[in-house]
Each structure stands twice: as structure tokens, then as C-alpha cells.
């Protein structure tokens, strides 16, 4: 189990009854994980960001490397990561960048554009899900502010699908959350999307119509809101035995269940936990210096080098030679070190 806190990554093995925490090489935020398929197997674990570096691990989430860096200017979307159900095979990964929606297929070190001269390239807050027949349909789906947009051909062309009238005037705001594929979409042809402003919406032939289903008011929302989650809709894998699909992301954070395929929705009973206590201000600040200790060794690294630039050009007087104010000389070295120090430890 695996979960991220800005540039940190909580690493529990026990069933979250323990957690270690990572911290990654590079200065990253807005964390989407990605397990792959055959995790049991490969261990193989990739991480996007906001900043459109890709991480990735090969032990379980022991360590993580950055791999590539796709170019993002998305503001605060969210990274969408999606994978090919059969990735031990064809080494498919679909991603967001500046673009839209790009794609690898040797496991996440080179990546194409697929979206260049589609709407889907303007769109915001996209939502990748691939089919989970991929390896044999190709088909994708992805959902957006825009719209919702599908590919057959992976990604070799989109086409818009239609789903209800999305409203854009100065009092209405309606557009699409996320969207999911039932894991039985082969046969049964299920796709579901979040619409905000009118609920859920519903396919049951691969997303040729789409009908309203369940509560209007619900509004299952991708994490680029607050609360939200990283997939607001999430089927049962045994879907086509008991109907169940998740819905997470309200605006009260509430998880809710549906076992009749969306028709009604019930608010899950979450589990007790202790009561909030008061944190002491010191306790505060461990946890701060504790998430923010790579940037606290830079500063005090810098300002320990600035010091004794200070203190160097003063015993040397540099003064004399440079012919300039002693003090005004010191406090020049003294601040361009610390900047120089600064500007190099960001690149490491």
C-alpha cells in the first residue's frame, strides 16, 4: 500500500499498520501513483506529477527514479496515468502532458503525442481509462472539462462522444469529472461518467448513448478538486456477479456504494478512529522539518557557505585588492554564495 504527501511517498507492506516514508529526488507535486498489472510479479510501481517528471520503481516502492520529464503548462491538473492491462507484453502507458494525451510503449522512457491536433490537447482535468480488453480493442477513453473523447485505434485518432448538453454560461457550469469502464466492458459494454451539475451518466453499449442514472445531486469529482479522489467511480471486479461500483470525491467526503449498477446509491459506514487531539506546537514542528528536511539542509547548507564567504573575504581583505567598501564586499560574497548554492543544490 502506497500513498504520497507532497514530494513524499508513505509506504506501508503490514496492512497500513505501519508506514515508511520516501522522499523523492526531485522536487515534485500534485502525485498521481500507478501500479502496474503484474505488480506481484515486476514490482513495478510509476508516480506522475505537475511538473511532468515520471518516476518510477522497480522494488515494490522501495525507491523510485525519475525517468522522463514530458513537457506539462497544465496548471494544477492533476497527472492522469493509465496502463495496459497486458504491459508485461506490449509495455503500454498512457499519460497527460502539455499536449494531451501521450503514450509509451517501452515502459515509460520515451513518449508520443497523441493529441496534437485534437481538442483534446486544450481540454482540462483530463481522466484517462483504458479498456480492460485493451491488448485486442485499443480503445480508450477519456473524459474532460471538454467533454468526453474516445480512441479505438490507441490513440491514432479521437472522436468526440456524446453524452448530455455540457452548459458553459455565466450561471451554469456543468462538465465531466472522470470517467470508468466496467472490467467486463468486453461483453456488457458499461461506461460511466461523473457529469457536475447532473449526476452520473450511463452506457451500456461502448459509449454510443448515454442515459442519466441514480441521484442527479451526486457529484463524484477527480482529486483536481478538494475533496476529491484520484478515480471518482470505481466498478467491483466481480462486477458482472454483484453489480457494485464506488463512488468517491463529494463534496462531504463521503464513500458511497452502489449494488444495482448506480441505480441507488447508500453512503458507506467508514470506520471509527480516535478523536482529533490537540498538537503541540513542537510536535508541529518535527513534522514539519520532518516532510520539509531536503529544502532545510539547502538553506542551511547555503547559509553556512554564505557565512564563510564572509568571514574568508574579511581575512583576506579582498578589499584592498578589489578596491571596494570592506563591509558592502562581504555582504556581496557573502549573499552570492548563498544564491549560487541555492541554484545548484535545486539541480541536483
Known amino acids: 500500500m502506497t500513498t504520497s504527501i507532497g514530494a513524499k511517498i508513505l509506504r506501508s507492506t503490514n496492512r497500513a499498520k505501519s508506514w515508511s516514508l520516501y522522499t523523492l529526488k526531485q522536487e515534485a507535486q500534485g502525485l498521481t501513483l500507478l501500479f502496474s498489472p503484474d505488480f506481484r510479479a515486476d514490482k513495478t510501481v510509476y508516480i506522475g506529477s505537475q511538473t511532468g517528471i515520471l518516476f518510477r520503481s522497480v522494488d515494490g516502492g522501495k ?6 520529464k514530458l513537457p506539462w503548462q497544465r496548471d494544477h491538473d492533476s497527472p492522469s496515468l493509465a496502463i495496459s492491462p497486458g504491459f508485461a507484453e506490449d509495455r503500454t502507458l498512457y499519460t497527460v502532458a502539455k499536449a494531451g494525451i501521450y503514450k509509451s510503449t517501452d515502459a515509460g522512457e520515451t513518449w508520443q503525442p497523441t493529441t496534437e491536433s485534437s481538442p483534446i490537447s486544450l481540454a482540462k482535468n483530463l481522466h484517462i481509462e483504458l479498456s480492460p480488453n485493451y491488448s485486442r480493442d485499443k480503445t480508450l477513453f477519456v473524459s474532460s472539462y471538454s467533454g468526453l473523447f474516445k480512441t479505438t485505434n490507441a490513440g491514432k ?50 459509449g454510443v448513448s ?139
Do not use: C
Open 63 to 68: 525507491t523510485f527514479e525519475a525517468i522522463t
Open 157 to 206: 485518432s479521437w472522436q468526440s462522444v456524446a453524452i448530455a448538453p455540457l452548459e458553459q454560461t455565466e450561471h451554469v457550469r456543468t462538465f465531466l469529472d472522470g470517467v470508468a469502464l466496467s472490467p467486463n466492458y468486453a461483453e456488457d459494454g458499461t461506461v460511466m461518467v461523473s457529469v457536475r451539475g447532473k449526476g452520473l451518466y450511463k452506457s451500456t453499449d461502448k
Open 210 to 348: 448515454f442515459t442519466p442514472i441514480g441521484d442527479a445531486s451526486l457529484a463524484f469529482s477527480r482529486m483536481s478538486n478538494v475533496p476529491g479522489a484520484g478515480r471518482p467511480i470505481i466498478f467491483s471486479p466481480n462486477y458482472a456477479n454483484d453489480n457494485t461500483i464506488f463512488g468517491f470525491g463529494t463534496a462531504n467526503t463521503s464513500v458511497y456504494r452502489s449494488n444495482d449498477g448506480g441505480e441507488t446509491w447508500e453512503i458507506l459506514a467508514t470506520p471509527d478512529v480516535e478523536s482529533p487531539v490537540e498538537v503541540s506546537r513542537m510536535t508541529k514542528v518535527a513534522i514539519s522539518a520532518e516532510l520539509h528536511q531536503n529544502e532545510i539542509f539547502q538553506l542551511l547548507l547555503a547559509a553556512t557557505l554564505s557565512i564563510a564567504a564572509y568571514i574568508t573575504v574579511g581575512l583576506w581583505r579582498l578589499d584592498k585588492i578589489i578596491k571596494l567598501n570592506r563591509r558592502l564586499l562581504q555582504v556581496g560574497m557573502a549573499m552570492g554564495s548563498f544564491a549560487t548554492t541555492l541554484a545548484i543544490l535545486s539541480k541536483i
